[in-house]
């Protein structure tokens, strides 16, 4: 499996970027999904996750301002955030776990991208 970020970069506080993770050779593409986020210094976090059903969940520091997507015909899972903050500054990632169970714990995904960069300014 591989997955590919983009659609990182540099904004302002209060604004808004669509990130992007293109999978290839993920059959269960349409299993559990998730984007994490590791900050310097920090250990990786669950920011947002889609699951079999199509049942998204989120961190509480993105509720309202971070949605989670995806095109299965695509192979494309997304994340647009909206209202982006310094502190949201970090390396994205995604992960695909091939399981209807799905959860934000870092060691129970097997398959990571290499991730793509969000810094936000103030």
């Known amino acids: 499996a591989r997955f590919v970020e983009s659609g990182g970069g540099s904004v302002q506080a209060g604004g808004s970027l669509r990130l992007s993770c293109l999978g290839s050779?993920?059959?269960?593409?349409?299993?559990?999904m998730t984007w994490f986020r590791q900050a310097p210094g920090k250990e990786r976090e669950g920011v947002a996750l889609?699951?079999?059903?199509?049942?998204?969940k989120y961190a509480d520091f993105v509720k309202g301002r971070f949605t989670i997507s995806r095109d299965n015909a695509k192979r494309t899972l997304y994340l647009d955030m909206t209202s982006l903050k310094p502190e949201d500054t970090a390396m994205y990632y995604c992960a695909g776990r091939p399981s209807t169970e799905c959860n934000f714990r870092v060691s129970t995904y097997d398959f990571w991208g290499q991730g793509t960069q969000v810094t936000v300014s103030s």
């Open positions: 050779g993920f059959p269960q593409f349409d299993s559990c």
């Open positions: 889609i699951d079999y059903f199509g049942i998204t």
